[in-house]
T-cell receptor
C-alpha cells in the first residue's frame, strides 16, 4: 500500500520568513496530493491540492510543487504570519480498487513566532 | 458552502453504553467517510460510504457500526467501547469521483472519551 513520509515533524519560523514542508510517497500510481491545516482543537482544513498532471500550484502565500519522478511534493508558505501556526498534513491518494482513500503523512507542527 | 456538521461535539460514555455519532452534509456529495484521530496523529480512515453503500471498512472492530440512512446523513453507532477508543472522530465528504479523486471536506469532529 501507499506510504507517505513527511518532514520535518516540527518547524519554527520567524514571522515573515518562509516555511517548507516536504513529503515523499511510495506508490507511483498515486495521482492526488492534498494538504490539510489543522489548528488546535479544530477540523483538518483543505488548504491546497495538486494532481499528478500539474507540477506546481499557487494560492496567494501558499504553493505546492510535485516531482513525480522523485515521488515527492512540498508545501511552501511565504511571508508567514502567526495565524499560520498549526499542524500541517500532506496526503496521497491510494490507487486501489477502492477509491477515496487518502494516506496521510505524520504531520508537521509549524510555529510562527512574532 | 463546504460544510460538514457533526453532533455531538463532545461525548463521554462508559464501556457498557450505546451511543451514536451523527454527521450531515448538504453539498450533494455522494461519498462520506469516518476517520479516527488520536492526539498529535493524522486521521485514520475507518469507513467509506459511496452512494449510501459501504465501500470500505478498514478492518474496524464490530463495536463500531456505521450507517448511512440517506445521501446527506452518516451515523456511527458505538457499543461496548474500550478506553483506547477515546479519540476525535471526524466525518468527511467528497463528490463521487467517477474515476478521479475529489477533495475531502472534514466536519469539526466529536471528541469521544470512554471511561
Amino acid at each position: 500500500g501507499e506510504n507517505v513520509e513527511q518532514h520535518p515533524s516540527t518547524l519554527s519560523v520567524q514571522e515573515g520568513d518562509s516555511a517548507v514542508i516536504k513529503c515523499t510517497y511510495s506508490d507511483s500510481a498515486s495521482n492526488y496530493f492534498p494538504w490539510y491545516k489543522q489548528e488546535l482543537g479544530k477540523r483538518p482544513q483543505l488548504i491546497i491540492d495538486i494532481r499528478s498532471n500539474v507540477g506546481e500550484k499557487k494560492d496567494q502565500r501558499i504553493a505546492v510543487t510535485l516531482n513525480k519522478t522523485a515521488k515527492h511534493f512540498s508545501l511552501h508558505i511565504t511571508e508567514t504570519q502567526p495565524e499560520d501556526s498549526a499542524v500541517y498534513f500532506c496526503a496521497a491518494s491510494m490507487r486501489t480498487d477502492s477509491w477515496g482513500k487518502l494516506q496521510f503523512g505524520a504531520g508537521t507542527q509549524v510555529v510562527v513566532t512574532p | 458552502d463546504t460544510e460538514v456538521t457533526q453532533t455531538p461535539k463532545h461525548l463521554v460514555m462508559g464501556m457498557t453504553n450505546k451511543k451514536s455519532l451523527k454527521c450531515e452534509q448538504h453539498m450533494g456529495h455522494r461519498a462520506m467517510y469516518w476517520y479516527k484521530q488520536k492526539a498529535k496523529k493524522p486521521p485514520e480512515l475507518m469507513f467509506v460510504y459511496s452512494y449510501e453503500k459501504l465501500s470500505i471498512n478498514e478492518s474496524v472492530p464490530s463495536r463500531f457500526s456505521p450507517e448511512c440512512p440517506n445521501s446527506s446523513l452518516l451515523n456511527l453507532h458505538l457499543h461496548a467501547l474500550q478506553p483506547e477508543d477515546s479519540a476525535l472522530y471526524l466525518c468527511a465528504s467528497s463528490q463521487e469521483p467517477e474515476g478521479k479523486l475529489y477533495e475531502q471536506y472534514f466536519g469539526p469532529g466529536t471528541r469521544l472519551t470512554v471511561t
